[in-house]
């Protein structure tokens, strides 16, 4: 599950230990470069990310959700700072991060 964390502007997603060692991996050795996003809207903005390798080897999918006052500081956020981030972390809370440079992706025109 994830959550609009205001303070760190974006995603906040927990994970299993497996996971995070496996994902922590190919972020630090630079796997990912883009990413593209879904999204629908039905009382709760439901999203889903998926990072990939410009190569194409490997690809991750991030379920995201968050309700409308959360989608309205995810605007806020969005608008101001230019740029989201999803915080990927364990249960130990170490974390990676993934900078989003296209925020708009994720408040869809019909939302407004």
């Not at 995070?20 to 709760?44: K, M, N, P, T």
Request: glycine share 6%.
């Amino acid at each position: 599950m994830s959550a609009v964390a205001d303070d760190r502007r974006g995603f906040d997603v927990l994970v299993p230990d497996d996971e995070f060692e496996q994902l922590r991996e190919w972020v630090d050795g630079g796997a990912f470069d883009e990413h593209d996003v879904y999204h629908v809207e039905s009382g709760i903005h439901f999203a889903m990310v998926v990072l990939k390798g410009a190569d194409a080897s490997r690809a991750v999918c991030c379920p995201l959700y968050y309700d409308a006052d959360g989608f309205e500081r995810l605007r806020e956020n969005a608008t101001r700072a230019g740029r989201l981030y999803t915080y990927v972390r364990n249960p130990a809370e170490e974390s990676v991060t993934y900078a989003h440079e296209e925020p708009e992706l994720f408040v869809p025109d019909e939302a407004e």
